[in-house]
């Protein structure tokens, strides 16, 4: 019997996401109790410096939870995502708010969770696109339906870029201000996190006013949060 040729192109582009599926199960899987050394914007990062022309070394250091500062944790969850330990990774009332604020004539804003831009960082690339969007959402899906959100904090603390060749805590704390993630005091951890947003553009250890705004509000929501307590939420 002859197949025909689209009935030959549907079984294989089940076959396909068949395959992708497992594999991506598989993966999220071994990563949720295997130190993560490498993201995609690290090879990223690594492959537009090869095609411009200027070398770019990659700084990097995998810290475990403990050996990460509480009030690091506690800066990024105020500044980024502070229903962080409530959702399953969509925040659906700051997605809601920031549609109405564009259609009301605001500027379009982000509403990323932790658990999206760990999603994202880790397994995409950067860009803007439906396909990443939709890889985003499903690697969101698996790591929260996975991942304990510790874990999911913990990796994105560890892989977040902070500068030009700088990712993950351990390697900030150091760029920035020569201690070790676990050392970081509070005004350093909210420096870290106030310019999570613009990373390449933006100092921790020379804040401009703008940041030293920023990071003053996230001390503000830190403690609106109900300081260090906060995180047995997670």
């Known amino acids: 019997m002859i197949q025909l040729p689209w009935r030959r192109a549907g079984r294989l582009l089940a076959l396909v996401l068949l395959g992708f599926v497992g594999l991506s199960l598989l993966l999220v899987l071994l990563l949720r109790v295997v130190p993560v050394f490498g993201s995609m914007v690290m090879v990223e990062r690594k492959v537009q410096s090869w095609i411009a022309r200027e070398p770019i070394r990659i700084e990097h250091q ?59 960082n880790l397994f995409l690339w950067t860009g803007r696109s439906w396909l990443r969007k939709g890889l985003e959402a499903w690697f969101t899906l698996l790591i929260e339906t996975l991942w304990p959100k510790e874990r999911i904090l913990e990796v994105y603390l560890n892989i977040a870029e902070w500068d030009h060749g700088v990712f993950g805590l351990e390697a900030a704390a150091r760029h920035y201000f020569g201690v070790s993630a676990a050392e970081l005091n509070v005004h350093q951890a909210s420096r870290l996190a106030a310019i999570l947003p613009n990373p390449r553009a933006w100092d921790a250890a020379r804040p401009g006013p703008h940041v030293e705004r920023r990071s003053a509000w996230i001390r503000q929501q830190m403690n609106n949060l109900g300081g260090i307590a906060y995180l047995e939420q997670l």
Not at 74 to 82: C, M, P, S, T, Y
Not at 99 to 118: D, F, H, K, V, Y
């Open 62 to 120: 995998w810290r475990a939870r403990d050996a990460l500062s509480d009030h690091a944790k506690l800066a990024v969850i105020a500044a980024e995502d502070q229903r962080f330990p409530l959702h399953r990774g969509f925040d659906v009332d700051e997605m809601r708010r920031a549609w109405e604020a564009s259609r009301n004539g605001g500027r379009l804003r982000g509403a990323s969770t932790i658990s999206q831009q760990t999603a994202k």
